[in-house]
């Protein structure tokens, strides 16, 4: 009885244990670092598709290197790609023009990552980290087209453990301002995006949850010009072990403004009944898998 009891007491550990180096979420970071001297090589594949008209499917690819350089210091190195194919989709900015109809993979820009971790959620009453990442691209991820936009992005994450480090929340807050030239047009805007998810390690190595993203574009970097918003809500379940990786999480977009874009060439509405659908998307859907060494 005595070793059964044991047994049991182990299993329910591994259960409720996770490594510092597992993301338990497609779109949300959580505090822990990469542990000091290792390396990591992590895969996102991000699927977007479907707008108000036309066809639409996007996919994009980022490599990721990353480095461990102190218990509580991590940085890494994206290379940025991505595959799209479209047909007859209205340009947000003047729906009675088109995008240029596409199917062709491009390499897009790179970035760097530095995110140092202030407080532990193991040790802490909560956890906190701060993360900044800048970005340099030559094309447009969204389009297709060449431009030059330089980006920073500043991202505050917090992480709450329950139940035994069972439980995982997390919540990260994003600014991200953004320089583009098109065609000798300079813009710049700041994308405001809210994230938070709730993952629940249910069995050895395995965990399942829920994610929220509300992601919101102000143009000229002028808050009060908010020019769109979307809300996206699903699941994601996770799977590790020692030496990698991997989680899937879907994300619809369950509303979202503006909803009405303009008239198209023909006249009729561009619109869809409670999503925005401009530069927001009606599904994501990401894979997220890394590779420990």
């Known amino acids: 009885m005595r070793g059964l009891l044991c047994g049991l007491m182990f299993a329910a550990a591994a259960a409720g244990a996770a490594r510092a180096d597992e993301a338990p979420f497609g779109y949300v970071y959580t505090t822990d670092p990469l542990p000091k001297g290792h ?10 598709t479907g707008k108000a008209q036309g066809y639409y499917t996007a996919f994009d690819l980022r490599n990721e290197l990353e480095y461990g350089f102190t218990e509580n210091f991590t940085g890494a190195f994206y290379l940025n790609s991505s595959y799209l194919n ?10 009675t023009t088109l995008w240029h109809d596409r199917g062709a993979f491009d390499v897009n820009g790179a970035s760097l990552e530095m995110r140092y971790r202030v ?16 970005e340099i691209s030559a094309r447009s991820r969204e389009e297709g087209n060449d431009e030059i936009e330089r980006a920073i992005e500043l991202k505050l994450i917090f992480q709450k453990n329950f139940f035994e480090d069972r439980l995982v929340l997390a919540l990260n807050s994003m600014l991200e301002s953004e320089w583009e030239r098109e065609d000798g047009v300079p813009e710049k805007k700041f994308t405001l995006e809210q994230t938070a998810g709730a993952s629940w390690r ?5 965990a399942a949850g829920l994610e929220f993203r509300n992601a919101r574009t102000y143009e000229n970097q002028t808050f009060g010009r908010e020019s769109e918003s979307a809300w996206f809500l699903g699941p994601n379940v ?3 072990k020692i030496g ?29 009944a409670s999503r925005a659908l401009g530069h927001f998307e009606k599904l994501e859907a ?7 060494f």
């Not at 090589?41 to 699927?47: A, D, I, S, V």
């Not at 407080?119 to 800048?134: A, M, W």
């Not at 990401?286 to 420990?292: H, T, Y």
């Open 39 to 48: 390396w990591e090589y992590e895969q996102w594949n991000t699927l977007r």
């Open 244 to 272: 990698w990786w991997a989680t899937f999480t879907i994300l619809p977009q369950i509303g979202g403004h503006p909803r009405d874009l303009g008239l198209d060439a023909n006249g009729s509405e561009v619109r869809d």
């Open 286 to 292: 990401r894979l997220r898998f890394g590779i420990n």
């Open 119 to 134: 407080l532990n959620p193991y040790k802490d009453p909560i956890g906190l980290s701060l993360y900044v990442e800048p």
């Open 202 to 206: 249910f069995a050895r190595g395995w």
């Open 86 to 95: 479209m047909k007859g989709v209205p340009d947000p900015s003047d729906t």
């Open 238 to 240: 996770h799977y590790g």
